[in-house]
């Protein structure tokens, strides 16, 4: 599973950070950083819990890998 997070798209929300903080944090601007881009076990639960409560669709979680 891998982790993608979109600053342009990121409106600084912080859901994700706070869902997520071992894969998600926000830089001075507010806007969306990723600690770990292929989080497992708990940190991907998160991440996937982050992507759906994220209001402005800029956290992607791919599937393909697993
Ligand atoms: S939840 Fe979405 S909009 Fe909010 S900081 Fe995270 S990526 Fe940005």
Do not use: I, W, Y
Not at 1 to 9: G, H, I, K, P, T
Not at 11 to 19: E, I, M, N, P, W
Not at 20 to 35: H, K, M, T
């Amino acid at each position: 599973m891998s982790v993608e997070a979109d600053q342009r798209v990121c409106v600084g929300a912080g859901l994700c950070a706070l869902t997520a903080p071992g894969v998600f944090d926000q830089d001075e601007n507010g806007l969306v950083v990723v600690l770990e881009g292929t989080p497992s076990g708990k940190a991907r639960d998160e991440a996937l819990r982050a992507e759906r409560l994220c209001p402005s669709g800029a956290v992607r979680v791919g599937r393909s890998h697993g």
